[in-house]
């Protein structure tokens, strides 16, 4: 196998000693189709750990000379061009930074507690994450996997971006304007939510053009309710793919399918969404979950299955009032009124991304070293009844290299498929594929390559997943780093690399950090993204308006402290309660100037948060300690800042 | 006072746009000694803002060309050569850069929950954390401000990092070697723990050449004990200056102060720690805690001090068995007995820091543009009754700038000053500013000026607080960023900027960015920190350290669960059990390569936790949800890491 890698890696000179490393290991690591599962097992457990150690050397194989990056600086005063929106993992949050510089412009924190901003300790905030019957939080843990924005016109409006949460089945909802969290709905009867997609046009009313929908895939089959029931009979568990209201958040429908989902993708004529699929054996374990030689992308027609939701031909799962549509496969044969449609692809497919000129997916192989593109045309065909096979919808499945597993587009007919076990990124042609899957056996598919550092996981381009693909930037989202960065003990930061894909040679730039993980991301251009920098004080029902509203107000045992803020101070010098009250502060920044942002912490009553110019948050706490508490300013804000208290005084 | 600031300002010319601009701003918002304060108070309110908004040309005033920037740049594949090690503000957390990247290369959870590596989430770290009765956290809010690292010969050992918790009167350790907080110490009866240093050697014993004690000041005064007694009583109210153990983290004593205390410095000799005093009125409003002309900085004299506590000569203090010493100026007029030395300094001032060559201290002005020169060898001859006044070991106020808070230093003589409201750096010579004092007045303090964007708090240079200042960088944390980074809502990222100061002039090269909100840092040399990268099962008692020790154990309705990871499988593909069973998850981490961590999250239970190569951990919870519940691995580990998984079975 080695050996016939290497032939297909003909087409450029590439560091001969690096590339022999990561074949052998990967081969060592998983293997590709050819070889057998059981050898492959064996073999991992033998060496389990190659495929991800490159020896010191071959880490500096690919760098730039100095000289060569000073053009992707941003000097200081000068601003990027373009935002990463960028999950963030099991760190629950979701990060902007911006491009070129690598810098983190903002956390947004969404299924984390942040206690910089208060996310998580505000009532506001507890509102949005969901609490229990006593009033603490639900969860402060979250899994952030893939963020995607709402689009008009096949590319971003700048309203919404989305979030999903892998791990409690949570979709959240970020607004661009102030970069915050301001819905979040727990899908029902869904475990592992993991593909997440907005639609880029409405399947019924032409007149839409704008995201309206959003898809969820749900990765982890359980029994379908999972109650306690049914808990080994595999027949009884099942995937559920969620259409969720882009404005009010709330589930629409759900399809039912065969086999777990993993990424999703839109068309951009809003009439499909799809997702790849593992594991379509419905295995338990890691064996059962890679028996099969193929699995399958699977599409779903929006407009069918909501016509059949209208029509009634639905049913709901447990407590959950959701209508489910059943789009597993038997249910679906007949092609001229399927709601979804299952094209074969080599087995435990990763990824799934819409080309720009709205024709393909691509669906990465993971375990095999293909990528296998779908036409789009031809899955509309299928659907019309006018083509055999669901795998006829095949236009090519190019071999290029090992582990491939996310897609991303330049506008000019090229894909960049990430290589987790080549730590490469390879660029391929499209139309070069197609002629190679038609006979062409002189087609150059593979056009360039480039090492990463190391083991790439999503890839993604500046604006390459709208139709306005621009082709300037490749960023890979690498999930080892090693020797990257002078070392911070066993946890070690992940890489960044920003890759210059406006030339024929993809050309490495910078190594960027991120906290662990650096799932997914998108690129967006500046100028698409306008905020908002202060706050409107009418936008907040319990702002305290005016200064002669600043008061405690007190019933039965419950106190209401109406404080503002206005540099440096809070406009009650002390406010007296006792002890065993119900403590609410809701407090005003009066200050209007941007960036004036005050904090607003208690001692050792756990509580901290800010207020942005112009906003209003409020907390809730019992004064369950006598004695005086200092609450002070927590966000450095004015040369007397260390002075900017106020005195809570709760009474024994 | 702007005539007479520009006078100041010939030493060098400046743009003089944005000079009369801040000057101006400067006045409106807090003006300097020569102010009257009630004129002060009412510009104030009348456009308390003004101090923070340059204009947008002003913004652009100071950029290095993009080539001069190219020789800082850090290229693909190179390694940084300093660490920052930086408190994160209220964000509760500790942060890692390398420099001059400027990238985070670490985030180290203290005071916060971080869903990512488990932090607040597992037993271990509940533990260091504290819980309440019922197991829960007592806090997951904190406001680190100061962290300052361990000494050996009067420079970093590599073996520990202090940080503070101003909100909780905390003070949490972190390990070097691994960067992971192993020790949190809650001060008794103190509020507002703000300064913090270790000190540089044993007053004691000559021959610990050693960090052995870490001194720890309080800002906020309250009523000693804060029992709901004496609320209103200002006499009654106190601060403490605590030392606690390095090793054991225990509070060895504490020192009852006349005062507010801010930050914290210690000498090289161990002999004395001080700090600066704002609030020596005790006031409990605004305006009464800047009434006074003059505060202090206080001075410690430990050996005095540890013998008083030897001796018996201590209180107590509520329910707290600390040994508290009387270190008020009543009690401590005779300098030959004193224990602490108050040096009157201008009203309100803000930092204190020792300069490299061991022989002073510098505190500056804050609402005075002054910066007061403190001689070492002067203070102990006031406690040796040789020196009249403790004003007298002032050797040098050189009026620098608006707003002066911190100064580093560059081991050439230089002093480096951050002016909040003038937005600069100034540099001045230490020699120069006693000449002056002594009535030289040829002598040119003032030996450069360089704007940063905007308001700086802290900066620190480049091994600068210790004997080997080198002099090479300053950073600039700045605590206004406005118009630096693309606008991204209300809430603002931070600027750190990067300045070279190996010239005689400075240099801006960098403009970084930081999470709200980057209070204070050391920049450390790579070479002084050697860390582990992998774990030692051993270190774990309750580590699964078997294959065969895999299993369920039960006990009653107390579950344990010991597993292992080997990428890509935990070796149970499942574990049942009961609903209403507290369930235990112990997991070791049997890969053994650099950076191959896995994460375990189960769904619906609230927990995600990571564990490194080699590491345990363990979570506890209640089983109270009937169903199957898929145990994922969330830390991207190998091409088969979405096939990881462990089927949780909770049987109704």
Same sequence: chains 1, 2.
């Avoid at 019924?204 to 898809?215: G, H, K, P, Q």
């Avoid at 779903?300 to 709901?316: L, M, P, S």
């Avoid at 070392?487 to 490495?508: A, C, F, N, R």
């Amino acid at each position: 196998m080695n050996d016939d890698h290497a032939a297909r890696d003909g087409d450029q000179p590439i560091d001969s000693q690096r590339r022999k490393f990561f074949n052998r290991a990967a081969v060592v690591g998983v293997g590709g189709v050819a070889a057998s599962l059981a050898a492959c097992q064996k073999q991992e457990s033998a060496a389990p750990a190659k495929a991800f150690e490159p020896t010191a050397s071959e880490a500096k194989v690919a760098v730039v000379p100095a000289a060569a990056g000073a053009r992707y600086d941003v000097p200081p005063g000068q601003l990027d061009d373009y935002y990463i929106f960028s999950s963030g993992g099991h760190s629950g949050e979701v990060r902007v930074y911006g491009l070129p510089s690598g810098r983190t412009i903002k956390r947004i924190p969404v299924f984390n507690i942040d206690p910089m901003v208060g996310w998580g300790i505000t009532n506001e905030s507890k509102k949005i994450l969901g609490t229990k019957p006593d009033g603490t939080l639900r969860f402060w843990t979250g899994d952030t996997h893939h963020v995607h924005g709402s689009y008009t016109d096949g590319t971003y409006n700048g309203k919404y971006l989305w979030v999903n949460d892998k791990l409690h089945g949570r979709i959240a909802r970020i607004r661009m304007d102030t970069m915050e969290c301001d819905r979040i709905t727990k899908l029902p009867n869904v475990q592992g939510f993991h593909g997440i997609f907005p639609d880029k046009r409405d399947p019924v009313d032409a007149a839409i053009n704008s995201t309206t929908r959003v898809f969820c895939g749900q990765e982890f089959h359980i029994p379908l309710p999972d109650d306690g029931h049914n808990l080994e009979d595999a027949k009884k568990y099942g995937c559920l793919f969620s259409c969720v209201d882009a404005e009010s958040m709330e589930v629409r429908w759900q399809c039912r399918v065969d086999g777990n989902m993993d990424l999703v993708a839109t068309s951009y004529d809003g009439k499909l969404a799809g997702a790849n699929q593992y594991n379509t054996e419905g295995g338990m374990i890691f064996q059962d979950m890679m028996s099969a030689e193929r699995d399958s992308a699977v599409f779903f027609h929006i407009e069918r299955i909501e016509a059949a939701v209208k029509a009634g031909k639905f049913g709901t799962i447990g407590t959950s009032k959701v209508p489910v549509v059943d789009g597993t496969k038997a249910a679906n044969a007949d092609p001229k009124t399927a709601l979804t449609c299952y094209v074969p692809v080599p087995k435990n497919p990763h990824g799934i991304n819409t080309s720009p000129d709205a024709n393909y997916y691509v669906c990465s192989g993971k375990l095999s070293p293909t990528a296998t593109v779908i036409a789009h045309d031809l899955l509309l065909k299928w659907f019309a009844g006018d083509l055999k096979e669901p795998r006829d919808a095949v236009v090519a499945e190019p071999e290029i290299g090992l582990g491939p597993l996310h897609t991303a587009f330049d506008g000019r007919g090229n894909a960049y498929t990430t290589l987790f076990l080549d730590s490469q990124i390879v660029k391929w042609n499209i139309d070069k594929a197609i002629a190679q899957f038609k006979g062409d056996k002189s087609a150059q598919v593979v056009v360039d390559r480039i090492d990463v550092h190391y083991q790439p996981g999503h890839g993604y381009t500046s604006m390459g997943e709208t139709k306005e693909a621009d082709g300037r930037f490749f960023n890979s989202g690498n999930k080892f780093s090693k020797d990257r960065f002078l070392p911070v003990g066993p946890l070690h930061v992940e890489t960044e690399q920003l890759i210059d894909i406006s030339g024929d040679k993809m050309k490495l730039i910078h190594d960027h950090t991120a906290y662990p993980e650096p799932h997914d991301a998108i690129i967006v251009r500046r100028d698409l993204v306008k905020t908002r920098q202060i706050y409107n004080m009418d936008d907040f029902p319990n702002a305290v308006k005016d200064m002669k509203d600043v008061r405690v107000e007190r019933k039965g045992n419950k106190a209401t402290i109406y404080l503002a803020s206005v540099a440096p101070t809070f406009n009650l010098p002390e406010f007296k309660v006792k002890r065993g009250d119900e403590v609410t502060i809701v407090l005003t920044n009066h200050d209007k100037v941007e960036d004036l942002t005050h904090g607003f912490g208690i001692p050792e009553y756990n509580i901290n948060f800010i207020v942005n110019p112009q906003e209003t948050k409020s907390v809730t706490f019992k004064a369950d300690q006598p004695g005086v508490f200092w609450c002070y300013c927590t966000h450095f804000c004015h040369a007397l800042h260390l002075e900017m208290r106020s005195r809570l005084i709760v009474e024994a």
